[in-house]
């Protein structure tokens, strides 16, 4: 009887929180790129504050911005090879559908997340299969429902715009210490590359403390990390549950790199972005090389 119930549980969890979730219309008009082997998710982290309170604002130092503007942007692959997460920088000057040569994050200001994936389309290559977007709040819970991550920096980070105060060392950094370390741009000396890394750290840290037994293990881990992916999340609308658990896992696992650009303008490398979106549509990320894929995008 125990047994039945600790099984039924497991499998309520999930569909509790997934009725939760915000389905969105994030499928653009116009010429697509054809089906592609694997399947490819683009994530959005947005600025939102949707479900924050004032005093919450003040302690994340988030701002009363209103509206949605994109803080990260990544794809992630999934497929026959290795499961793969492209950090795509947000400053990205690329050809936006009727607004010109912009940076990227202009097209969800411009045309919310349809204009995005449209954009993502024409200049990758890539099939976007599967959008998904989460708020400041939903990774604040994320982190926290796994009891924090360790964060460890060779210098003092200081950084008042992201709320940031943090002495050299290892630390164990709640979800607020997160959000601030993966949000801040002015304590790296290469911007916004270096804030795409540190948003990559976390997601990894957090992705290698939910794959332990114990998210299950514990009732609290479990509900909370489950509570955490929907009250922040929006998906789009042909993203069932399945397809969500698979970008869940993945997450947890996959290689991590940034899209290959020339300059800190941000100017993408044409040959080797080429290259590597390529590799991506083919669903041979086992054949990605480390000239490929850079932790800040810039040939090593």
Known sequence: MALVAWLAFLVAVPIWAYGRVERIDAEPSGARPAEQPGTTYLLVGSDSREGLSAQQRRQLGTGNAAGRRTDTIMMLHTGSGESTLISIPRDSLVPIPGHGTTKINAAFAYGGPRLLVRTVEQ????????????????????????????????TRLDDRLANLHMAKGCHQADG?????????RHTQADGDLGRARHQREVVAKVGAKVKSPWSVLNPFRYVGLADAGSTSLRISNGTGPVALANFALAMTSARSCAMPIRDMAVHWDSTRAKRLMGLIAADRTDSISKDLCTPNGLPQ
Request: charged residues 20%.
């Open 176 to 184: 607020a210490t997160a959000l601030a370390y993966a949000r801040s």
């Open 123 to 154: 200049n990758t290559g890539v099939r976007i299969d599967h959008f998904v977007e989460i708020g400041f709040g939903g990774f604040v819970k994320a982190v926290d429902a796994v009891g924090g991550i360790e964060i460890c920096t060779k």
